[in-house]
């Protein structure tokens, strides 16, 4: 667990289901093109595992560094007093325990993230029964990623052999991407309208692997691990798979919904729609639900959701009241309530109030559009924002000149 600190224990919570959860690494195809993600997933319960840092290793306090715009020497200290003892609410390596089929939600994170900060909504759905994959996105929108490069193609100096993890041939050596701020005079728009389509290949590419391991392919894993993908063989029910993401990543759900119709519905949390044409809007069929903080979002992304309002489709949105847009990622779980509201990682409701809510809003909307036979309708109230820090739709008056 991770540090303590005044008198509440700070740490990112485990999951609340029935379902011990694991958690392991999986990469695909070594270059900038491959697949990589974190799986979560329901483990035989007990195990015994090396534990894992939750931020992997000292790259990714770099990368947050450039994306915050800070110093690195100074805020890898910082990072590293403040977050680096933290370890996954889940157990690494651990055996995959088979019991049916379960349901997939593929994970997309946001602009300066990357596959490791949403532990607290993944491993929920890992104890509820779902396997999730966290893709790590390399389209420079991570604050930082890692792939591998053969050794003849590279005269980079070569990285000390790591701890954490390690390829599984030493001819391999790693090369990182790190945050692309825009650059002066470059159009945000195209940047972010490619970098969402690239991460919707990506996401898709995801499901596709795990659609080969479900059939029993063998998978050539790139980091070392003793994890048993073949335990995986038919244990996955690819009739009921979701796409889900924050910000950046919510974007990303509208744009995997378009382009692939194996996902069944989307949970964007806090999107951020301006990567989005809107011309894509009618070809998206699947339904999905908008889960809002109070604090980030503004008119103009307000209106461009509701253009995806259906009369036939199911589309849903709640607003958390008192939540930010730090609410969804783990960090919010990690500093006390006044370091927590100068950071910007606290609103005035508590986190794991908030977290719950999401989590328990989220898992309502998935039994309803992937017809699971969970007992998740107990909260179906908080779809239509029936609670006393729910709101259904959203906070921000919409006065818009009649166009
Ligand atoms: C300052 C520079 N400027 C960059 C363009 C704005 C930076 N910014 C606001 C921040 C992220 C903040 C943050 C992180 C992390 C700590 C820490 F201390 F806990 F580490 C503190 C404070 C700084 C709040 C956002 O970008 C917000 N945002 C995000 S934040 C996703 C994220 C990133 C890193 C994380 F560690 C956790 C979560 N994802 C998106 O997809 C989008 C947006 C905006 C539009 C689309």
């Not at 073949?230 to 009739?239: A, E, R």
């Not at 979701?242 to 509208?254: E, L, Q």
């Not at 910007?344 to 699971?372: T, V, Y």
């Amino acid at each position: 667990m991770g540090n303590s600190v005044g008198q509440n224990s700070l740490g990112i919570p485990r999951g609340k289901g029935p379902h011990q959860v694991g958690s392991t690494d999986l990469m695909v195809g070594h270059t900038i093109q491959g697949t990589f993600f974190r799986l979560y997933y329901p483990c035989q319960a007990e195990e015994g595992s090396d534990e894992l840092n939750w931020i992997p290793c000292r790259e990714y306090f770099n990368g947050l560094a450039d994306f915050m715009k800070m110093s690195r020497a100074l805020s890898e200290r910082i990072f590293n007093f403040l977050f680096g003892s933290y370890k996954i609410p889940a157990a690494w390596n651990a055996s995959f325990k088979p019991d049916g089929k379960y349901p997939v939600v593929i994970f997309s994170h946001g602009l300066g993230a990357f596959r490791t900060l949403y532990s607290a909504i993944c491993v929920e759905l890992a104890s509820q029964g779902f396997i999730v994959a966290a893709v790590e996105h390399r389209d420079e929108s991570a604050s930082a990623t890692f792939y591998y490069k053969e050794k003849s193609e590279t005269k980079q100096s070569h990285h000390a052999p790591r701890e954490t993890f390690r390829p599984v041939s030493d001819n391999l050596v790693e090369e990182w991407m790190y945050y692309r701020p825009l650059k002066t005079g470059e159009s945000e728009l195209l940047l972010r309208s490619n970098q969402v389509k690239q991460r919707a290949d990506e996401c898709i590419r995801a499901l596709d692997l795990l659609i080969d391991i479900n059939s029993g392919k063998s998978v050539e894993n790139v980091l070392l691990s003793e994890f048993d993908w073949s335990k995986l063989k038919n244990c996955m029910d690819m009739c009921r798979i979701a796409v889900m993401g924050h910000s950046f990543g919510g974007a990303t759900v509208i744009e995997c919904l378009c382009k692939e119709v194996k996902f069944k519905c989307g949970i964007a949390l806090d999107a951020w729609m301006f990567p989005l044409e809107e011309e894509i809007f009618p070809s998206v069929k699947q339904p999905i639900f908008f889960i809002n903080s109070e604090k980030f979002q503004w008119a103009g992304n307000i209106i461009r959701m509701k253009k995806l309002d259906s009369a036939v489709i199911p589309r849903k949105m709640i607003t958390v009241l008192g939540a930010v847009h730090q609410s969804f990622p783990d960090f919010t779980f990690l500093t006390g309530h006044w370091v927590g509201k100068i950071l910007k990682l606290h609103g005035e409701i508590d986190p794991h109030i908030a977290m719950d809510l999401c989590n328990r809003a989220s898992l309502a909307f998935l039994q309803q559009h992937l017809s699971l036979e969970k007992d998740f309708n107990q909260w179906n109230h908080l779809i239509d924002g029936k609670d006393v820090h729910l709101i259904p739709g959203t906070n921000i008056t919409l006065l818009q000149s009649s166009i």
